[in-house]
């Protein structure tokens, strides 16, 4: 009987060790779908780029990169840019094959933005022992992120929403990921309903806090020294980040109206200038709703 009972308990371990998420959106990103080939890569690249996008959208870059191992023409230069510049491209990688050392450190880096504690990787001989290590660094993340809402109402109409984001701050680049409005979305239900639509496979949003658009904007301008910044986009064009926002058309760049962010999915955005405090929660507290406590709150609001 001991001995079955081992037996069952190394087997639910080992099955929540293995476990994953988004798998079939990684694989989307592949140019070949076939995922019983050999492993290339050019293929791990694409599965990293993903995963950070899915957990990391509109992440500006952190460096600037003049020289890779893959040639300009290639078609996923692009993609292996996309790395170097957020320092995950270790410099082992090679375009047409991938080993166990380089890809361990692919996922390595990409988990130690979230202090997520590494998992042994084997060398990945096809392209699904890719997606299936890709999908396990995910689950692993998605656990250890703290993503909260920040959902504005149009002052005029409470359902409708003025402009909504993410607040981003526990992470390798603190933001505010702001998305674009949708018509078949609003407040009618309850801010609840909302978050589901706010996330995807790998973020989970259960945190929030909401309030007229002009409050909501507040807690980010607190002051008039506050300045925003865009500094990244879905999709990512051609734009050279950052940009600063003009005084005066925050509200409008929330909302997507201005010239800078209309054409895009979602921006991230930074503001220099102080930071919000308990005065300013405190004041503000009366017109916010949130499911959060003014200490959890606060601790939302800080960069680590």
């Not at 990169?65 to 996923?76: S, Y």
């Not at 920040?150 to 505010?176: C, E, K, M, Q």
């Not at 009618?188 to 007229?212: E, F, K, R, W």
């Not at 405190?282 to 949130?290: H, S």
Request: hydrophobic share 45%.
């Amino acid at each position: 009987m001991r001995r079955f009972l081992l037996v069952l308990i190394v087997l639910v371990v080992g099955s929540a060790a293995s476990a994953q998420i988004c798998v079939s959106e990684l694989r989307a990103a592949l140019t070949d779908l076939s995922t019983d080939r050999p492993a290339t890569g050019v293929d791990a690249a694409l599965v990293v780029e993903r995963a950070v996008q899915l957990v990391e959208p509109a992440l500006p870059r952190m460096v600037v990169v003049d020289k890779l191992p893959i040639a300009k023409t290639d078609p996923h230069y692009g993609d292996v840019l996309y790395l170097a510049e957020r320092r995950l491209l270790p410099g082992s990688w090679k375009p047409g094959s991938i080993d166990a050392g380089t890809w361990q450190a692919m996922l390595d880096r990409f988990q130690s933005w979230y202090k997520v504690k590494p998992f042994t990787v084997h060398a990945p001989k096809r392209v699904s022992d890719l997606l299936l290590d890709g999908g396990t660094a995910l689950e692993h993340i998605s656990r250890a992120i703290r993503p909260a809402a920040l959902l504005a109402s149009d002052p005029t109409d409470p359902r409708r929403i003025a402009f909504w984001a993410i607040i981003w701050n526990w992470t390798v680049y603190p933001r505010l990921i702001v998305l674009h409005p949708r018509s078949d979305v609003s407040l009618a239900n309850g801010p609840t309903a909302v978050l589901q639509h706010m996330g995807d496979c790998a973020v989970h949003i259960n945190s929030y806090v909401m309030a007229p658009a002009r409050d909501a904007a507040q807690l980010f301008l607190a002051t008039n020294q506050s300045r925003m910044y865009v500094v990244g986009g879905v999709p990512a064009g051609t734009t050279t980040w950052p940009k600063p926002v003009a005084a005066g058309q925050e509200l409008d760049t929330f909302a997507f109206r201005t010239p800078l962010v209309k054409d895009l999915d979602r921006f991230a955005a930074v503001f220099d200038g102080p930071g919000v405090g308990f005065r300013t929660v405190f004041e503000l507290l009366p017109k916010l709703r949130t499911n959060m406590s003014p200490t959890r709150f606060l601790s939302y609001m800080k960069t680590p």
